[in-house]
């Protein structure tokens, strides 16, 4: 009798909407299934990165160098200004700026310093960043991260290269494009400098603060899977008191 009922002229389309509305609700609980297991991943990465003593590049170059992001890295070079570059949109304390990135010399290639943020008035021009050379011999401490492309979703590309001209200030930091322009070979990492508690004097380094619990991916889940629940078993329980009105 249910099961007539519910493929019946007069239900047919609605348990059809009911049973997709199950699917796609049971497929989100799964997303977020998948998203905690991604986190959980990332969480163990960071970690495992971070309990590694720090990696001293100058002794050690590894092949596998974008491999270990969130280790703990020194190294000591010399800056080279005339090479850096700026990324546009970065914030200090809700104040809109650029981050500088600049080449350190390393033994016949180079690794990318994102130095810290300058404000927005700092100038377009590389003469302009300038006011904010430091000592060309350096020693730097801080933490491996990878570059970063335009997203899939939203973002903004940057301009097509074109061989033989210098972009200046990028929207992503897409290595594989910056190492194009550079005239020595770069290593497919960026290193971020240690904060300094107190420093007020751009660049200013920082390190993002990274969320390492696991969120509210399983409770979504469970709301998902409940909703599925409701719905795939609830509508028998509404369909039999609408056949006996």
């Not at 297991?37 to 590049?57: T, Y």
């Amino acid at each position: 009798m249910l099961f007539r009922s519910l493929f019946s002229r007069r239900w047919w389309f609605t348990t059809l909407l009911v049973i997709a509305g199950t699917l796609v609700l049971i497929r989100l609980g799964i997303w977020q299934l998948d998203r905690l297991e991604g986190r959980r991943a990332f969480n163990a990465q960071v970690l495992a990165a971070r309990s590694l003593p720090p990696l001293d590049l100058n002794a050690e170059l590894p092949e596998n160098l974008d491999e270990m992001e969130w280790r703990s890295v020194q190294l000591t070079g010399t800056y080279d200004f005339e090479n850096q570059i700026a990324l546009r949109n970065r914030y200090h304390q809700e104040q809109l700026g650029y981050h500088l990135i600049t080449p350190l010399r390393i033994s016949g290639t180079a690794v990318l310093v994102d130095r810290g943020w300058i404000p927005a008035d700092s100038g377009s021009a590389s003469e302009d960043w300038r006011a904010y050379d430091e000592p060309r011999e350096a020693s730097i401490m801080g933490q491996i991260r990878l570059g970063l492309e335009k997203p899939s979703l939203g973002g903004v590309d940057d301009p097509p290269f074109v061989e033989g001209e210098r972009l200046l200030i990028w929207n992503n930091l897409d290595l594989a494009r910056i190492a194009r322009q550079m005239p020595y070979p770069i290593q497919p990492v960026v290193v971020q400098p240690d904060a300094i508690e107190g420093d007020v004097i751009p660049p200013i380094p920082f390190q993002p603060e990274q969320d390492l619990t696991e969120g509210s991916h399983f409770g979504y889940a469970l709301q998902w899977f409940t909703f599925a629940g409701i719905l795939f078993f609830g509508y028998p329980f509404f369909l039999l008191r609408q056949e006996q009105v």
